[in-house]
């Protein structure tokens, strides 16, 4: 059974950090590309980063601005996202999610090219 769990999530204040852990379990972790997306209540989800199976590529949204940096260690079938400086706008449930990959750098920002999805973790930034 494929199973995706994010973990990490919290409440912090504006300017603090978070790092975000998606641990991957029944599949072949390192053939799959990553992504993270969010989703803020009333808002539809948004890409925020993807990494390729070796991690050698790389992409994130815009608004990302440099502040969150996405990884993983294939070793342990985790993908992380290393959130920093967050603001109130950055507050939403957080979704990793894994698709099959077609290359070594393969990366994917559309939401609808992903195979598996987690059940997200809450993050919420206050003022």
């Known amino acids: 059974q494929v199973q995706l769990v994010e973990s990490g999530g919290g409440l912090v204040q504006t300017g603090d950090s978070l790092r975000l852990s998606c641990a991957a379990a029944g599949l072949t972790f390192s053939s799959l590309a990553i992504g993270w997306f969010r989703q803020a209540p009333g808002k539809e989800r948004e890409f925020v980063a993807t990494?390729?199976?070796?991690?050698?590529?790389?992409r994130s949204a815009d608004f990302v601005e440099g502040r969150f940096t996405i990884s993983r260690d294939n070793a342990q079938s985790t993908a992380f996202l290393q959130m920093n400086s967050l603001k109130p706008e950055d507050t939403a449930i957080y979704y990793c999610a894994a698709a099959r990959s077609r290359n070594y750098f393969y990366t994917e920002t559309r939401d609808y090219n992903y195979d598996y999805w987690g059940q997200g973790t809450q993050v919420t930034v206050s003022s």
């Open positions: 990494i390729s199976t070796s991690g050698g590529s790389i």
